[in-house]
Structure formats: C-alpha cells, structure tokens
C-alpha cells in the first residue's frame, strides 16, 4: 500500500440506511452522552506531533487504542490514524495498530474494528466474538502490553482516570488529550509529583462533534517523553518575592502565598500556591514541585476562591 495514498480501507460495514438507523437517530443519541464523542481536529494532532524529534517514532510500533477509526474517506478516518498513515515512512515507523470502539454510540459508522499498518501495507485484524474495541477490553490491553511502543490518542474524557490507570501502569510512552484540568484534580496529581506524566505542548481549545461543528473543550496534551525547549516557558516570571506585583500576590485566611498571572517567587523557601495555567507552562521543569496530592482551595475573608495546585522550590 502507497501510504500517501488517500484511499485506505474499503469499508466494508454496513451503512446506516442499511442498518435502519437515520443520522438523526445518531446525533440525537450522541447528545446525551458526555463529551467523550468528539473528534480531535487533524490541526491539533499534527501541530503538537511536529513538536517531537522524528527520532522518537523510528522502528516503533504506534498504538491508536480510542475510536481511532481507518476508512476511504478521510472525513471518517481518526486524525491521530490519519497522520501516522500520511507520515509513516518519514517517521520511520516499525507498525501502526489501530482499534475502533462500538461502544455507546460508533461515530464512524464502522462497528469494532482492528488494523495493522506495516511499510508493506495493511490489514485488517480477526477480532474475537465480543469484542468491542475499548481501550480496556482483553484483546486492547493484550496489545498494549506485548506490542505497543508508544500510545498516541484522545481518550473518552469521562473514562480518564481508568485509562490514565490503565497507561501508565504499562509504562509505555505516550502522548495523549485529557481535560486540561487534570493537573489539579486529585485523581492525577500524584502522577505529577511522582514524575510520570506532565504536559505537552500545546492546548486543544477545539473539537469537531457529529455534525462536524467546531465544539470548544477544554483539552491539553500529556506526555512522559522529555520536553525540550518548551516555548511556554517565557510565560513563567519567576523572580524573587519582593519584585512581584502587589496585585498578583496575597496571603489567604491560612496564611498560605499565593500568586497569579504566571508570576513564581525564585527565593520563597515555604509550599505556595498556584494556577494550573503555570504548570502548564512547565513551572515543574524550573526547579519546583507539587507538594501535596490533593488540590489546594485557598479561603479568602472567609470565601472560597478558584482551586490551585501547591508547590515549593526544590532545595539546592
């Protein structure tokens, strides 16, 4: 198979209107479910993967383990497969496998499906009876485990914190979409601080639904692969205590720093408080830590204000 060749699979799965199912039926249905349904735009994928040295994919095997669909028509192919089949010799990639869920509600029309992407072409996996394509089925995990290099996909936002379980205990590479919230939930703070995930590049403000509506989400890239020469980085303004706005710095009712809009003390020795924004900028990377496992809520004149993350300058 031409890998730059559009055409990639022929679907073989019976339409809707062969299925007795209208496209109403389906965005009616697709609506009441969570925003774990959305597509990741083909921008956003190839904007944060163009981030990476080329190096890092060379003789790996690329595992696509949420809805990541393959068809002829690219408008029902998932970004994250798309790309690494438009870019798979120049990656220099070893294989792609790529599974596509049945779940709640099939998107992409294609039912459970499995394929294999070789530089020699493609095919199209047997699958058991019952499978249905979830990331934590047997067969999935059983890919995982015993031929997954590195983990590249957008999971189902409300099945996070089992995936994020389930992705990490492999400890395979990754580099995943999650709610960018994630840093100062409690479910996911202790990955942090034990050093086993942190952010990627960018942020993913956008994706498409059904209908192939721009949608806004709240989404941030994750991964366990170094990052070099983060371009937020000139967002931290990291500069000793006393140089600080006024503005940007107070003491809540426990007496507890905090600072906003980017600002981070260099010669504050105690635990301070701050903004998900700043770890996202890889505050992490500067010589700080977090230093407690569950989100800080700081009182102000007896009122609670926005949840933070709690962090002190390493010791030198």
Known sequence: MDMNNKKIVHRTTP?????????????????????????????????????????????KVVFCNCDDAVDKDERNTSAFALYFILNFKELGLKRLICTHYSGTVDLFNQGPKGYIFTKNGFREFDIPKGYDGSFDHPLSLKILKEEADIVCTNPPFSRTRDYWKILIESKKKFIIISNITNVKNDAYIPYFIKEKVWAGYHEVDWF???????????????????????????????????NIPAKYKKLDDSKRLLVDNGYIPS?????????????????????????QEKQYRPHINGKEVFARVLVQKKHE
Do not use: C
């Open 267 to 291: 010669d504050y020795k105690k635990p301070f408080a701050v903004s998900v924004r700043s770890i996202l900028n890889g505050l992490l990377e500067k010589g700080y830590k977090i230093v």
């Open 15 to 59: 339409s809707l209107e062969e299925r007795g199912v209208s496209r109403k039926d389906l965005l009616q249905k697709a609506q009441k479910i969570k925003n774990d349904e959305f597509y990741t735009r083909y921008e956003d994928v190839e904007k944060e993967l163009s981030m990476y040295p080329k190096s890092i994919w060379k003789n």
């Open 208 to 242: 498409l639904n059904p209908k192939r509506e721009l949608t806004r989400a709240a989404g941030h890239w994750y991964t366990n692969f170094p990052i070099k020469n983060r371009p937020k980085h000139k967002l931290l303004k990291i500069m000793p205590l006393k």
